[in-house]
Nanobody, 123 residues
Framework: QAQLAQSGGGRVQAGGSLKLSCTIV????????MGWFRQVPGKEREFVGR???????YVADSVRSRFTITRDNAKNTMYLEMTDLGREDTAIYYC?????????????????WGQGTQVTVSS
């Protein structure tokens, strides 16, 4: 069974940067897109951005000027580079993978998920 393994995250001061990784482990799953979401307690999972297998990216308006999504196909890994972090970016960040042409902004369309990683931004 395919899995996604996340790494990165942690605590950073406001204005700082972090890079998250998401690797497809035991790949028996060929996604059409991989995405990043984040979630804070009591709220729904929020779309951050996605990248397709062909490398096309789409990042949510709220973070587009600060977040970048890339991937290394040879390593089966997707990255989320976050800069100029603010307290509002504090959340658990999840990566997911999906197949097909359904909306990449809807978390219900993702078939597998990483374990999540905490990002905490302090002032």
């Amino acid at each position: 069974q395919a899995q996604l393994a996340q790494s990165g995250g942690g605590r950073v001061q406001a204005g700082g940067s972090l890079k998250l990784s998401c690797t497809i482990v035991r790949r028996t799953f060929d996604p059409t897109a991989m995405g990043w979401f984040r979630q804070v307690p009591g709220k729904e999972r929020e779309f951050v951005g996605r990248i397709t297998t062909s490398g096309h990216t789409y990042v949510a308006d709220s973070v587009r000027s600060r977040f970048t999504i890339t991937r290394d196909n040879a390593k089966n890994t997707m990255y989320l580079e976050m800069t100029d972090l603010g307290r509002e970016d504090t959340a658990i960040y999840y990566c997911g993978a999906k197949r097909g042409i359904s909306s990449s902004e809807n978390p219900d369309n993702y078939e597998i998920w990483g374990q999540g990683t905490q990002v905490t931004v302090s002032s």
